[in-house]
């Protein structure tokens, strides 16, 4: 691969997926905020920039993979950065925002002559590692046609297109996302009752797992359930149902489970 391709954000996510653009051929101009956590990318042959703009090629691609609505927003705006895209450049956001955010960057990347595609990602770090990533992504025709080897290289199993209307892809991540908390606290509590009454949880998980409940998330949180070893040990959920909660208040949607999950998530 001869293009270089900008990644802003090395996080649990951002590492090993700029690793697999890596491995794909790839070149990268990498930046995170700490600087240390690019240096094994740079060690396979990525250059480390200063600041966000610095990573971008102009006319080129840049990945950003930030944690919230705020940061990504910083990114965008910080100095430099979208000057340095300028006309047929494509930002690829793949962090997991409220739809109202998209909206409003995709307009401030179309006044400067640039393309905003939104592609959030399902699947944990090890799934990235295992390239068993799953992509919904939204942006104009054009660039989505170019950006799709990109998505494919950083381990995308699949990938699935829903229209050029921003906000669309980051709308179908906060939904798939309340239902793996959902799912995740709905197990958590059949096995408790299961354990409680004498009944080996493990033996439960595997039965309800390979039969009724066979999708990979029952069966990934199932069994670290069963193991005693909680999935939500981070504030990624949190802040997701909360999301989910923003975005369906702004069509006036009654939200009775999310807010029982937040009122779960934060005690």
Same mark, same amino acid.
């Given at each position: 691969?001869? @293009? ?23 070149? #990268? ?9 690019? @240096? ?32 990504? /927003? ?6 430099? =950065?979208?000057?340095? #895209? ?42 990235? #590692? ?8 939204? +942006?104009?025709?054009?660039?989505? /046609?170019?950006?799709?080897?990109? #998505? /494919?290289?950083?381990?995308?199993? +699949? ?5 050029? /209307? ?9 939904? +798939? ?66 999301? =989910? ?6 069509? @006036? ?15």
């Amino acid at each position: 691969m001869s @293009e270089t391709i900008g990644f802003i954000g090395l996080g649990q996510l951002g590492l090993p997926i700029a690793t697999n653009l890596l491995n794909t051929g790839y070149s #990268l101009h990498v930046y995170n905020r700490t600087a240390s956590k690019a @240096e094994s990318l740079v060690a396979q042959g990525a250059k480390l920039m200063d600041r966000p703009a610095d990573a971008v090629t102009s006319g080129g691609i840049v990945v950003t993979l930030v944690w919230d609505d705020a940061a990504l /927003e910083s990114v965008v705006m910080s100095a430099g =950065f979208l000057e340095q #895209l300028g006309p047929g450049s494509i930002h690829i956001a793949m962090s997991t925002v409220l739809p109202e955010t998209s909206k409003k960057l995709a307009a401030i990347h179309a006044k400067h002559g640039c393309a905003y595609v939104e592609a959030p990602i399902f699947g944990r770090p090890e799934a990235a #590692l295992a390239r068993q990533l799953w992509i919904p992504f939204t +942006g104009p025709q054009s660039t989505k /046609e170019r950006v799709r080897p990109i #998505l /494919e290289a950083m381990g995308a199993q +699949g990938i699935f297109d829903f229209g050029e /209307e921003a906000g669309a892809a980051n709308i179908v991540k906060i939904a +798939g996302n309340f239902l793996i908390v959902s799912a995740g606290r709905s197990i958590s509590e059949a096995l408790t009752m299961v354990g409680k009454n004498g009944v080996d949880p493990k033996a439960v998980i595997d039965m309800l797992t390979s039969t009724l409940f066979s999708a990979p998330i029952y069966q990934s949180y199932g069994k670290r359930i069963a193991e005693k070893s909680p999935p939500f040990q981070s504030p990624i959920p949190l802040k997701d149902i909360g999301l =989910f909660k923003r975005t369906a208040q702004q069509v @006036e949607e009654p939200t009775p489970i999310a807010n029982t999950l937040h009122d779960l998530l934060q005690n």
